[in-house]
């Protein structure tokens, strides 16, 4: 059983140990969807609640089914298949409940089920060997972390639109150093706390 | 996903070709590779490229994955329903990613430690799925699975490249040997954290660009 403090796994997953600038996950989405920053904001917002509901859904699962069951080995089918699942009904449940809420987040959930931060989050929850509060928080944390870093870019982003870049470095060249340079600010945060 | 599938529409006139396997393996390791070109799969070229061993491995791991759902993919296609296809796929690749990790843990332990969950994360690569979707939906068994192998190889041959520049400038070894002595080379360690995969992706992207402008690159400078 891990023994980190619960506000040392929710800071930490937002800064020190960000899921997108320190594990690379949710590149494609990020590097897609960061022109802009409303965009960003409604990913990132969708992604967080995704996230924090499927990692809870998956501990439940991974420890009260697959476990006991021995059946762990098939985990990653489930988890994805949970991930999915839950995108489709949250997909169909705003979409019935709350029209604006679905014109603002909708064309974002599909995307979500291939989002790699998302599977991610939950396949790190099983290596780390989190207890269900921490589970919650570092579900929290993730999603959270990994809106902080797309609405950031975002805005980078669209100040960018002033500067002359390369032809070459245009596509995809120019965000990839930048993230660099914003990975390298976020490192900056690891004296804060020395967990993980 | 859109995009993605925009930007792999071109490619299925290879269906055309049919049994040329040759066009079919140089278009997925270079012309088209899909790194590079199609900016596919970051997750796991920025995360395990560290030191060449782990980029090794995940290569082959990832153009095992690739070649091999694509031909199952591939052989089922006209029994796959067209609505529940993606379902359908992310199935197929998952049990290969499952073997590939049950290999490592049995096997390889200390690796399997080591790749943490980008082994699992290969569900979810672009790469796959995109191969899946684009290629072998529409194509026979034997060209799917050589178009999985090159688009692999394709990766693979990026990871070890990327793996090669972290590791010597990083830690002044390759795959494990020491080249740069530390009486003379001081290490530059960045190469070896985070932001390090972000400038040495950047920057090999930069170059090829250079080298071989596509689409977008060239409309701008012809826009000026």
């Keep these: 059983m891990n023994i980190t403090p619960v506000w040392a796994i929710f800071l930490g997953s937002i800064f020190t140990n960000n899921i997108l600038f320190a594990s690379f996950l949710g590149m494609c989405s990020f590097l897609v969807c960061s022109n802009r920053i409303s965009t960003a904001v ?48 949250l997909e169909m449940f705003v979409e019935r409940f709350s029209p604006d809420l679905y014109y603002a987040l909708g064309i974002f ?44 870019m975002a805005g980078l982003r669209e100040k960018m639109g002033y500067s002359n870049v390369p032809a070459a470095l245009r596509r995809t060249g120019i965000l990839m150093l930048m993230a660099g340079v914003i990975a390298m600010t976020f490192m900056g945060f690891t004296g804060m706390l020395s967990t993980q | 996903m859109a995009t993605k599938t925009e930007a792999l529409q071109p490619r299925s006139r290879l269906s055309l070709f049919g ?44 153009t095992f994955v690739t070649a091999m759902s694509n031909l199952f993919i591939s052989t089922l296609r006209n029994v796959i329903p067209r609505r529940i296809r993606m379902i359908a796929q992310v199935a197929i690749i998952a049990t290969f990613v499952i073997i590939i990790d049950q290999f490592f843990k049995g096997f390889y332990w200390q690796m399997s430690k080591q790749l943490g969950p980008y082994v699992a994360l290969i569900i979810t690569n672009c790469i796959v799925m995109g191969r899946a979707e684009a290629f072998a939906m529409q ?86």
């Design chain 1, 42 to 89: 409604g990913l990132g917002s969708a992604v967080t609640f995704v996230m924090f509901f499927t990692t809870v859904i998956n501990y439940l699962i991974y420890h009260y089914l697959l476990l006991p069951l021995g059946l762990d080995f098939v985990s990653f089918i489930i988890f994805i298949a949970v991930i999915a699942g839950f995108v489709q009904f």
């Design chain 1, 109 to 152: 959930l599909p995307l979500i089920t291939v989002n790699c931060a998302i599977l991610g989050a939950s396949l790190f929850m099983v290596i780390r060997n989190y207890s269900f509060v921490q589970t919650t928080v570092y579900g929290l944390g993730a999603g959270l972390g990994w809106f902080l870093a797309i609405a950031l």
């Design chain 2, 19 to 62: 049994g040329k396997g040759k066009e079919i393996l140089l278009e997925g390791i270079y012309k088209a590779n899909p790194v590079t070109k199609q900016v596919l799969g970051i997750c796991i070229f920025l995360a395990v490229t560290n030191r060449v061993a782990n980029s090794l491995v995940m290569g082959a791991a990832l």
């Design chain 2, 139 to 224: 194509n026979p068994p034997l060209p799917s699975f050589l178009d999985g192998f090159a688009n692999g190889i394709g990766y693979a041959i990026i990871l070890l490249f990327i793996g090669t520049v972290r590791e010597l400038i990083g830690s002044g070894t390759f795959l494990g040997i020491t080249i740069l002595s530390d009486s003379w080379y001081t290490k530059n360690l960045i190469l070896l954290l985070a932001p390090g995969a972000f400038f040495v992706g950047g920057f090999l992207i930069w170059i090829l660009e250079t080298l071989n402008p596509s689409g977008d690159a060239r409309d701008n400078k012809e826009a000026k």
